[in-house]
């Protein structure tokens, strides 16, 4: 599996290489002709020497997709509630065999369903757990709607398999994967004259199986070209490049803070137990032990950690819930931080009362009392 920014995509993809192409809109003036055509790549690259396996799709993993709001037959919403809304892409009937897995329930998008009059969707297990929890989705029927004015009625789908997560979208907070719903090339009405091919090489050298592709693209249509060759690494290492930097950057200043935070309180907080000296030594002229003296001190430092924790928590939360579009796989509220920064903020004031309080107490009573 390979990670993106701490997201597993979900699949293998080594020896993963994609590629461009732009339907040509005198050729392929309608949405069955593109879709035709796509089905004949499906076909022709599959005996395509030095591939494993080939096949095409509108958005690779990690690239995102088409918003659609997503409708269940039988479940009606509420007055004034807005349909969620999931992540969609059209694939060829190679698509899953080329990226690697194997669905869990029903069955994957075979050539049948890449002719019109056939409306399967696969959806994958997020969507499940979403919308169909405890359900069996294999038969349900769900529609993918296009809010825009100009949209079509969007036609009912049948679910007819269910595959493991492979992530589209990188920027779900919540660590979860987006929900997806892959459907046939000649069910997509908004898809682009723009396609890619995606194909898994039999070899680390993809730059083989790449010409491969290209000359079978020869055969099947002299006047397309198949460009931008790219490793599906190469694309998520392009992802995670940005990720990274913001990562870097917000953690090289959160551990800046928080040093100038730790010496800070330490500084403070010493300082003003220092104050304390002549008094202590008149508690200890009096009798005092030195134990009651430095509870003393704590005590003082319980209540002000206490206030201080509790507004400092608080607006950590509200700053965190800002920059919750720019957190991955965690939040504004994540325990683990949270709890670490409070353990060492508590041990940094403790400390700082700790060492000055016993200090003066191990002096001689008469010098503390002439400390200024």
């Not at 395509?48 to 479940?75: F, H, K, Y």
């Not at 091919?197 to 039999?202: E, Q």
């Not at 579009?325 to 400390?351: C, E």
């Amino acid at each position: 599996m390979i990670l993106s920014s701490g997201m597993e995509v979900g699949i293998n993809t080594s020896r993963l290489v994609t590629m461009q192409m732009i339907l040509s809109a005198r050729k392929y003036p309608s949405l069955e002709d593109r879709a035709a055509f796509l089905r004949r790549i499906d076909e022709q690259f599959a005996t395509v020497d030095g591939v494993e396996a080939a096949s095409t799709m509108t958005n690779v993993p990690l690239g995102g997709g088409t918003g659609r709001q997503i409708e269940i037959d039988g479940r009606a919403n509420k007055p004034g509630e807005r349909s969620q809304t999931v992540t969609m892409l059209s694939t060829g009937s190679r698509y899953f065999d080329t990226i690697g897995i194997r669905p869990v329930q029903g069955r994957v998008l075979n050539d049948t369903d890449q002719e019109p009059g056939h409306p399967s969707v696969v959806v994958n297990q997020r969507l499940v757990a979403m919308y169909f929890k405890g359900e069996n989705a294999i038969g349900r029927q769900i529609r993918l709607v296009d809010d825009s004015p100009a949209a079509a009625t969007s036609p009912w789908l049948t679910i007819v398999g269910v595959v493991p997560n492979v992530r589209q979208r990188n920027n779900n907070n919540e660590g979860q994967p987006d929900a997806v719903a892959y459907i046939p090339h000649v069910l997509n009405t908004t898809m682009a004259r723009a396609a890619m091919v995606i194909a898994r090489a039999n070899t680390a050298n993809t730059a083989q199986a790449t010409q491969s592709l290209r000359e079978a693209m020869r055969l099947i249509d002299p006047d397309l070209a198949l460009f931008n060759p790219r490793t599906v690494d190469e694309i998520l290492a392009r992802n995670r490049f940005f990720l990274k930097l913001f990562s870097v950057m917000f953690g090289t200043f959160a551990v800046i803070a928080l040093v100038l935070a730790a010496v800070g309180l330490y500084a403070v907080t010493a300082y003003s137990v220092t104050q304390y000296t002549r008094d202590i030594g008149v508690r200890m002229v009096l009798g005092a032990q030195s134990g009651q003296v430095i509870w003393l001190f704590l005590r003082r430092a319980f209540v002000q950690l206490a206030i201080g924790l509790t507004i400092g928590l608080a607006g950590a939360i509200g700053v965190g819930q800002l920059l919750q579009g720019l957190l991955v796989q965690t939040s504004g509220r994540d325990p683990v931080t949270l709890a670490a920064i409070t353990m060492l903020v508590i041990v940094v004031a403790l400390v700082a009362c700790l060492w000055p309080a016993r200090y003066a107490t191990r002096l001689d009573p008469l010098v503390a009392l002439r400390h200024e």
